[in-house]
């Protein structure tokens, strides 16, 4: 099942507290999350630093670890993407655990595939040996992320939220096909270094726009900036469930896919 944290931002910022510290940062979550369960199977934290994707994660428990809170205390950034797992599809162990990166590009899913095992040898075959032999563990998630980079090289004329459209309803089709009674879950998070896209499907997801540095509630009003970029800050947070209590958090409609752009616009377009 899982929870999701993406942030994007037009100057770095540290980020523990939504984190670690607010009052449903992902470590709550993977503790209790809104839905009652524990998402205890794995943690990950990838950033994007001077161009260059840099990701940390451990198949246990985010609430049991001290490197997940170390870790995420030196995150100082505006390109942060964070998981914690709550397994469904494949063994609990480090290439299970997501973010997943090729190349430049990271890659989420909170969800469920209930007819992989089935729509599996369909998905290889869309893809090229590269991306094949790129698939190191046995999730529907790392598959589907394979998947849909496949769909991205052989359309390079589409934007990527065309692709994620495709991909998605492809990965549908698919598995009503095998089973027509099969969950298909998919809450998506991609990213290449330079815009962040996704899908909501079947699944809570929410978001937060912030137009100026506000100062954190959460640890007595500090800006979490090295310095004051001015009023023309940006940042956008998407999240499994809101984390922090005091800002006003809009649900991302179902079967909904969403952009952030270069500039920090959010972007959501019907799936």
Not at 230 to 238: F, H, I, L, S, T
Request: with cysteine; hydrophobic share 40%.
């Amino acid at each position: 099942m899982c929870r999701l944290y993406g942030f994007r931002s037009n100057a770095p910022r540290k980020v523990e507290c939504e984190l670690i510290r607010a009052q449903n940062a992902l470590l709550a979550q993977s503790v209790h999350d809104e839905r009652g369960q524990s998402n205890p199977h794995g943690w990950g934290l990838g950033v994007y630093e001077n161009g260059t994707v840099c990701v940390e994660k451990q198949a246990h428990a985010a609430y049991d670890s001290d490197e997940f809170r170390w870790a995420a205390a030196q995150i100082h950034a505006g390109k942060v993407m964070a998981h914690v797992r709550r397994a469904t599809v494949g063994k609990i162990n480090l290439v299970n655990t997501h973010p997943f990166e090729y190349g430049s590009w990271l890659f989420a899913h909170n969800g469920n595939l209930g007819a992989f095992k089935a729509i599996r040898p369909s998905l290889l075959a869309a893809m090229p040996d590269t991306h094949r032999r790129a698939i190191y563990g046995d999730t529907d998630s790392e598959h589907v992320f394979h998947f849909l980079l496949s769909l991205y090289k052989q359309y390079p004329a589409l934007t990527l939220l065309s692709v994620l459209r495709r991909g998605v309803r492809q990965v549908m089709d698919l598995s009503h096909e095998a089973d027509p009674n099969a969950e298909v879950a998919l809450n998506l998070l991609l990213s290449d270094g330079n815009i962040l896209a996704g899908a909501r499907l079947n699944r809570s997801l929410w978001f937060v726009e912030r137009m100026d540095v506000h100062p954190c509630d959460v640890c007595g009003g500090a800006l979490h900036v090295e310095s004051d970029p001015g009023a023309g800050y940006r940042a956008v947070v998407v999240a499994s469930e809101p984390i922090t209590r005091t800002e006003s958090w809009t649900e991302i409609p179902d079967h909904s896919l969403f952009l952030i752009d270069r500039e920090i616009h959010l972007h959501i377009e019907s799936l």
